[in-house]
């Protein structure tokens, strides 16, 4: 049941992320067909990031500018959500490395404090990461699959995950994503060896037998409203998220290559992956939800060499980032 008689209320904290500014969209664009009202954007812009400016022009969008750390405010918006997307998070490992304590409260505590102060019968769908698996393992990895985070950004969405299970939420732990969105990030591993490609014509790889599982931004999303959608079926699961092919580092840029056939791809183990990711991501728990993703790696790869002449003569060049 909807605080708002007119239709459900939608907080996506980290709404103005690389993510969350594409859950946006979404939401608005099919806010008549889902019954939604309004949509909060609950975000600190961090990043000093305005790729959400133009959603002013829906009414059905609001934003409030606010840290999830300060409870008191996102209380008052809990209080009044129907569905909450907590995708406020510091991304990546360097981040939380840089910022071991901010990781936490951010990546971990704020996800603990929505979990256990939103109202009854409120909706929880969460984003994890696949990098919480145990790394290294030739076998195809389910949801059932061994959790051994390596990393401090592992270790804190994993032990956020775990305060959404507690309350029969879900979560979606997701393969590394790719594409543009309205708050670009080139630091991701499709992004960014597309982006070399594109500009630099050249890679030195590392580790470059080490696999991972992609998923497009667009197709997270997707996949996120599917499970508001259909929230009581799936309550209290967590699925794997991803394109049923995992690829290399050489593998991919053997895929990039196609589309620019001037990159050259070098291999030198000069150092190593502090991340450690390695791993072959089963998809087909979610898949058998009758969910399949629409973009291909193919897709993004194309997606952003249109993107990035833009990209390279922006002013804002060196911002898209969370490095």
């Known amino acids: 049941m909807s605080n708002n008689k007119n239709g459900l209320n939608v907080l996506v904290d980290g709404g103005a992320g690389y993510l969350g500014s594409i859950l946006i969209e979404c939401l608005l664009n099919r806010s008549e067909e889902l019954g939604i009202s309004k949509v909060y954007c609950y ?13 002013a022009n829906n009414p059905k969008f609001e934003f409030v500018y606010g840290d999830v750390r300060d409870y008191e405010t996102l209380q008052k918006y809990l209080d009044i959500a129907d569905v909450v997307f907590p995708l406020s998070a510091l991304v990546g490992m360097p981040s939380c490395k840089k910022n071991p304590k901010m990781a936490e409260e951010v990546n971990h505590m704020h996800v603990k404090y929505v979990a256990n102060n939103c109202n009854f019968g409120t909706k929880v769908i969460y984003c994890h990461t696949n990098s919480c698996y145990k790394s290294g393992s030739s076998e195809l990895i389910d949801e059932t699959g061994e959790i051994e985070p390596l990393s401090h950004y592992g270790r804190t969405k994993q032990a956020a995950e775990d305060e959404i299970l507690k309350q029969n939420f879900i979560s979606l732990r997701l393969a590394t994503v790719f594409g543009t969105s309205y708050r670009f990030r080139k630091d991701l591993l499709v992004n960014d060896m597309t982006l070399r490609a594109a500009t630099d014509r050249f890679v030195v790889l590392f580790e470059q037998h080490a696999k991972r599982n992609y998923i497009h931004v667009r197709d997270v999303v997707a996949c996120l409203i599917k499970m508001m959608i259909d929230f009581d079926k799936y309550r209290g699961q967590v699925f794997n998220v991803g394109l049923s092919e995992n690829y290399s580092k050489l593998e991919l ?23 450690k990711r ?17 973009y291909s790696l193919d897709d993004g790869i194309k ?17 898209y980032t969370n490095l």
Do not use: W
């Open 43 to 55: 975000d600190n812009l961090l990043y000093k990031q305005d790729g959400i400016f133009h959603f």
């Open 253 to 275: 840029c053997q895929k990039i290559k196609q589309y620019v056939p001037e990159f050259v791809i070098k291999n030198d183990e000069y150092t190593s992956d502090p991340d």
């Open 278 to 294: 390695n791993y072959i991501i089963s998809n087909v728990k979610l898949n058998d939800t009758g969910f399949f993703p629409r």
């Open 303 to 319: 997606e952003l060499l249109r993107a990035y002449p833009i990209l390279i003569n922006s002013a804002h060049f060196t911002a």
